[in-house]
């Protein structure tokens, strides 16, 4: 059990469910680009979102965008101090610095001190990529233990000043050294854990590298709230995110089984269950569909789901509960089973 931190009007922490952060990547002082970009991923279902803040004009689109979104905003700042304040200022949920790269430790204790004032919470962690040069050469290489001890270095620093409304992260591009510095974290400090990996790299392999990752913390119920981190667009993060989340029972919605086809498929199984999938994510409903190519599990297969298809040659079998309801045509099946999964909402 972590103690527990309020972001906006959400708390990360302490038994809460897991929160999906996701980051733009649109220029921060271009507003209506941002705030067009974070409506898209709350529709999705990011309930935390981070900005980056390179400079001033960056720091003051804060409060414009913070008009338009419904959901908390994390200002993300390095090496200037003056953009920490400046985002506190203008309305920032939550900040994300690094105290090693602040400057002299005055700076960070104006920080916190405006931070407390303001009763918003900072993120700080340690990346395998930007290690402290003392902690490199104890180490001689980004270990877990080094990317740990610089995060509790970090941690220190803060409570120095009577500031504890921290989260913090240890992330690393590699799987096994980011779970074992959340292993080694989780039993040193109470504090909420942002659990990810940091430049997961595309979108295939960063899904698998998160899944495996987040999903094998999760499972030992390490961490408070995740980020899936992907060279690709934001969206793709939230999405990987919530399947992640729904794979463990950590967050209702719909699980879609479905076959990865054969030489016994007779219809363009690919395309329906896309289609589905599409029309059906933000559904928050806890119920399980089959689509199924085949009469070989897909009989069994949509019997035990919600509601499922199995498909022959140009049509497919509806059932409901398990039981057979009606026979469709193909290009019927997108929209006949997406009727029938709303009908159980």
């Known amino acids: 059990m972590t103690k527990k931190v309020r972001i906006g009007e959400l708390y990360i922490g302490g038994g809460e469910p897991i929160r999906i952060q996701s980051m733009t990547n649109t220029k921060t002082k271009d507003v209506e680009a941002t705030v067009d970009q974070i409506l898209r991923l709350e529709s999705l279902g990011c309930e935390i979102i981070r900005v980056a803040v390179p400079d001033l004009d960056s720091a003051k689109a804060i409060s414009k965008i913070k008009l338009k979104i419904h959901i908390p905003l994390v200002a993300d700042i390095h090496f200037d101090y003056k953009l920490a304040l400046e985002a506190i200022y203008n309305g920032a949920d939550k900040i994300r610095i690094n105290p090693g790269n602040i400057g002299d430790e005055k700076k960070v204790h104006e920080i916190a001190k405006e931070a407390k004032r303001y009763g918003i919470a900072i993120r700080v962690g340690a990346n395998s990529g930007s290690l402290p040069k003392e902690i490199l050469q104890k180490y001689k290489s980004p270990v877990p233990e080094a990317i740990v001890d610089a995060a509790i270095y970090q941690v220190k620093l803060l409570e120095k000043y009577d500031f504890d409304n921290i989260v913090v992260s240890v992330k690393s591009s590699d799987v096994l050294t980011t779970i074992k510095s959340y292993e080694i974290l989780s039993q040193k400090l109470s504090y909420p854990l942002h659990v990810g990996l940091t430049e997961a790299g595309t979108f295939v392999a960063g899904t698998v590298k998160s899944s495996i990752a987040i999903g094998y913390l999760l499972l030992r119920g390490i961490g408070d709230t995740i980020r ?118």
């Open 228 to 345: 899936v981190s992907l060279t690709d667009s934001p969206e793709k993060e939230v999405i990987v995110a919530k399947e992640i989340l729904k794979s463990l029972k950590l967050r209702k919605g719909v699980k879609i089984v479905s076959c990865p086809t054969c030489a016994r498929c007779n219809v363009d199984l690919l395309k329906i269950a896309d289609e589905v999938e599409k029309r059906i994510q933000n559904l928050d409903l806890d119920i399980s569909v089959a689509i199924m190519g085949c009469a070989v599990n897909g009989p069994g297969e949509a019997k035990e789901a919600d509601v499922g298809v199995a498909c022959g040659a140009g049509e497919g079998l509806l059932f409901k509960k398990g039981k057979i309801i009606r026979k469709v045509k193909e290009n019927e099946i997108v929209d006949e089973l997406v009727k029938e999964i709303y009908s159980l909402s």
